[in-house]
Nanobody
Framework: VELVESGGGSVESGGSLRLSCVVS????????MGWFRHVTGIEREREGV?????????HYADSVKGRFIVSQDRAKNSMYLQMNEVTVEDTAMYYC??????????????????WGQGTQVTVSS
């Protein structure tokens, strides 16, 4: 299984950014896919940002609810994260992940076994 993120970059506070994740090699019809983020230098588990499952059901972390939108295009084996009204607190490395489990919330990193390499998002004030 391979996941490749793209779309990261620098953006000013209040702006928008769209991340993409392309998955290859996943052979199951069911899944939970998620976006996670991690701030470099901080000793903490990757934070679950949003998840989406094979039925299109989504969950969000409280910190991004109402600002971020997770979506998917199953024909393109892709997942997206539309980030709106970003703040400096959104600055982090963003990762996508997938696994064969039920999405019960914005995601716990420990539950996912397949990860991309990440894409950096930097928000300036």
């Amino acid at each position: 299984v391979e996941l490749v993120e793209s779309g990261g970059g620098s953006v000013e506070s209040g702006g928008s950014l769209r991340l993409s994740c392309v998955v290859s090699g996943w052979t199951y019809s069911g899944y939970c896919m998620g976006w996670f983020r991690h701030v470099t230098g901080i000793e903490r588990e990757r934070e679950g940002v949003a998840t989406i499952d094979d039925e299109g059901i989504t969950h969000y972390a409280d910190s991004v609810k109402g600002r971020f939108i997770v979506s998917q295009d199953r024909a393109k084996n892709s997942m997206y994260l539309q980030m709106n009204e970003v703040t400096v607190e959104d600055t982090a490395m963003y990762y996508c992940a997938i696994d064969l489990l039920f999405c019960t919330g914005p995601g716990r990193a420990i539950d996912f076994g397949h990860w991309g390499q990440g894409t950096q998002v930097t928000v300036s004030s």
